[in-house]
């Protein structure tokens, strides 16, 4: 529907810039008129003087040009409403505009878009579920949680006698992550694009599981 309001501003618009075209056309006219009349009016006066022509005729002429005058007058006043026109019709085109660009944005709601790929790791809301906007900032939950999955860091629980034989930068082979293929993980690399490595030991030991 707003599609539709622009072409037919569009429409309108060219409509207008049409009419003032041809309201122009006709002021030249009449401008090409008013200097015949004149030429006329100028010819049969001094006619008129020379006694060659009548009283009659001289003011005969003179309405005709006075008559072509105020048609001119008319034509510029048309001139300037066309062009008046013309203007209100870009105004309307910029309107409907506006108005389209305002209902894409409120369309845009209607998804949700994270800003950044990844991928869900926790759902707190089901779908049709009726969602209601926070109110004064109290209530604000998440609907979903999302991870980049770019850059991942891996910590590693090692026994003791292991842990203690590690340095930072030695190499590391991932086995085996819950949900990554193991084609991906053969192509993981570091930030730098090197093989990965142990970047730090935390050199504490985790009593839960006795381990480093």
Do not use: W
Request: net charge neutral; with cysteine; glycine share 6%.
């Amino acid at each position: 529907r707003k599609i539709n309001l622009i072409v037919q501003a569009k429409a309108q618009l060219n409509s207008q810039k049409f009419e003032v075209g041809r309201v122009q056309a006709h002021r030249a006219e009449q401008k090409a008129l008013e200097r015949l009349r004149k030429s006329e009016l100028e010819r049969i006066d001094s006619l008129v003087q020379g006694g060659a022509l009548k009283q009659e005729q001289l003011d005969e002429a003179q309405y005709a040009y006075e008559a072509v005058q105020a048609s001119l007058e008319r034509i510029q006043a048309d001139v300037r409403a066309t062009e008046a026109e013309v203007v209100r019709a870009e105004a309307t085109v910029d309107v409907a505009k506006a108005e389209l660009d305002k209902t894409e944005v409120l369309m845009d709601y209607l998804e949700i878009k994270a800003p950044f790929d990844g991928v869900i790791t926790a759902r707190k809301i089901d779908p049709g579920a009726f969602v209601r906007p926070p109110s004064s900032g109290n209530g604000a939950l998440p609907l979903f949680s999302i991870e980049s999955i770019h850059f991942l860091r891996a910590v590693l629980m090692l026994p003791i006698e292991d842990a203690k034989k590690l340095d930072n930068g030695d190499s590391v082979m991932l086995q085996s992550i819950r949900g990554i293929s193991s084609g991906l993980l053969e192509n993981l690399c570091g930030l730098d694009g090197n093989p990965l490595s142990v970047s730090r030991n935390a050199g504490t030991f985790h009593r839960g599981s006795r381990m480093m």
